[in-house]
């Protein structure tokens, strides 16, 4: 075992000198009766305090004291924010003074008191009382902005909480941002629904499942990488405006766009197109940037962002040619647009298909620049196994993803919903992963069987409800958009 610091075991004896005096260093019988917002908002806008201002009952967690012999400032953190708090030996009484000089920062106390100005003008509550409610042991970081092991952040979130006022500030946004889209997804006549997080069969993404098993029932089972086709499965039964905002799950790598377990917000409507989600999704977004920000022009990354409508868009080929350096002409050509990708350092196999070789130009010339927000269309049938092909050429399909930041936001189509044509693009997806596509979607036979009682003209978006947060908060890695990401085995 670990040498306990000598920090530590002062803390422990205090603790046990609690108990030994008969205190219980952790009641559960205070409860508080305003927040510092309520302080805020009663005086924070008075130059002077009335004579008779209200008396306040708080709880939070010290998070700074300076001491004067027989008074000392603190301040108080609670869900609402900061407050100041002041605390006089002739108003606590010798005992409770005493008490509270043994009270270490990370402690979690109770207060009751009046607030009043300081000669510096600042708002403060002057305590007539004070009650340890929880003892730290470990101590806080001095300067956690100092703490530069942004490891340690994410695995410590609870003391990053604590200390970082902007990290909490994140969280209260992405709250706020999801029940926007909630409410957005409400008053458009779309039902929320729950469907499976474990499934016999993955499907509705080209992605690496993570496999479970069920004892009882002696059966192999996977965390869903999406919840498309059960969706579209309620859209079979009736249920013509879905939507879910739930996670999937992804045995991919971890990076700054990327986390095995993320929040999608997948939504299908029937009798509707790929064009109406465009629409769509641009009354979305631009609503719950204007209510989270307050304005439709913000910056991410120190680069300007303009959510000011209508959006750009492109095709797959219009944005090779307009960020690349290739022609159309020449990119029509299989032969010219493989040397082409050779050329920009993509390393393809010679029987690669031609829309998956533009779809890989496309990913490497055109995404990163996507930064203001972008739908790229016309998508090649080859990579968009449940997309509805498009009546005029069928080599490509009625589709959308939408960019913003040199990252996809979100994914969207028409959805196919001719049994035969479907089940014969699960047939390809099948050779392929016989061949060693480990992203190769599953043949799953009984959606194939809902389509045959009929699916109707639908269309279905998922959108990324990490990366959107990201967006919206300037934050450069999706670990910092989620409250625990997934992270390697702590060093021992």
């Known amino acids: 075992m670990e040498e306990l610091s000598e920090l530590l075991l002062q803390r422990r004896r ?8 008969g205190i219980n260093p952790y009641p559960n019988d205070f409860r508080p009766e305003h927040t510092s917002a309520d302080v805020r908002d009663a005086y924070g806008d008075k130059d002077v305090i009335e004579e008779n201002p209200q008396q306040f009952v708080l709880a939070g967690r010290i998070l700074a004291r300076r001491s004067f012999g027989k008074a000392a400032f603190v301040q108080l953190q609670d869900r609402k924010g900061r407050v100041q708090l002041y605390l006089k030996k002739d108003t606590l009484g010798e005992e409770l003074f005493a008490e509270f000089e043994n009270y270490d920062i990370g402690d979690i106390v109770g207060v009751s008191g009046i607030p009043f100005r300081t000669q510096k003008g600042e708002l403060t509550v002057n305590c007539d009382t004070i009650r340890l409610l929880t003892k730290s042991l470990l101590p806080l970081p001095e300067k956690f902005h100092g703490l530069t092991d942004v490891e340690t952040r994410y695995r410590q979130r609870y003391v990053d909480l604590i200390v970082s006022p902007d990290v909490r500030e994140v969280f209260f946004k992405r709250s706020r941002i999801v029940s926007l889209i909630r409410e957005f997804m409400t008053r458009h006549d779309f039902l929320e629904v729950e469907t499976p997080m474990m499934q016999p069969i993955p499907g509705g993404a080209t992605a690496k499942p993570f496999i479970t098993h069920h004892n009882a029932l002696d059966m192999q089972l996977y965390l869903r990488i999406a919840p498309e086709l059960y969706l579209k499965r309620l859209v079979v039964g009736g249920l013509e405006r879905v939507f879910e905002i739930n996670r999937n799950f992804r045995n991919e790598g971890i990076s700054v766009r990327h986390n ?11 009798y509707a197109t790929f064009e109406d989600l465009m629409n769509f999704t641009e009354e979305l977004l631009c609503h719950v940037a204007q209510e989270v920000l307050g304005t439709l022009d913000f910056t991410y990354g120190g680069e300007p962002i303009s959510f000011q409508r209508p959006w750009q868009r492109f095709t797959v080929k219009e944005a090779i040619v307009h960020f690349g350096d290739i022609d159309a002409k020449s990119l029509e050509d299989r032969d010219l647009a493989y040397a082409y990708a050779k050329k920009i350092g993509l390393d393809l196999t010679e029987d690669i298909g ?52 040199g990252r996809e936001m979100a994914n969207a189509f028409s959805e196919l919903n001719d049994p035969r044509d479907q089940k014969e693009r699960f047939l390809a997806q099948v050779a392929a992963k016989a061949k060693g596509d480990e992203e190769a979607h599953f043949m799953d036979e009984d959606y194939i069987r809902a389509l045959e009682y009929g699916l109707p003209p639908t269309a279905g978006e998922g959108i990324g409800i990490d990366r959107l947060v990201m967006l919206l908060t300037d934050s450069p890695s999706i670990r910092d958009v989620i409250l625990f990401p997934q992270l390697r085995k702590e060093a021992k």
């Open 14 to 21: 205090k603790v046990d000198a609690l108990w030994e005096a």
């Open 260 to 270: 095995p377990e993320f929040t999608m917000m997948e939504f299908y409507q029937a």
């Open 354 to 405: 031609y829309g998956k070789l533009i779809t890989e130009i496309f990913e490497e010339i055109a995404e990163p620049k996507l930064m203001q927000p972008t739908f790229i269309t016309s998508y090649p049938t080859e990579v968009s196994p449940l997309s509805r092909k498009n009546d005029h050429d069928p080599e490509y399909v009625d589709r959308f993803e939408f960019f913003c930041a």
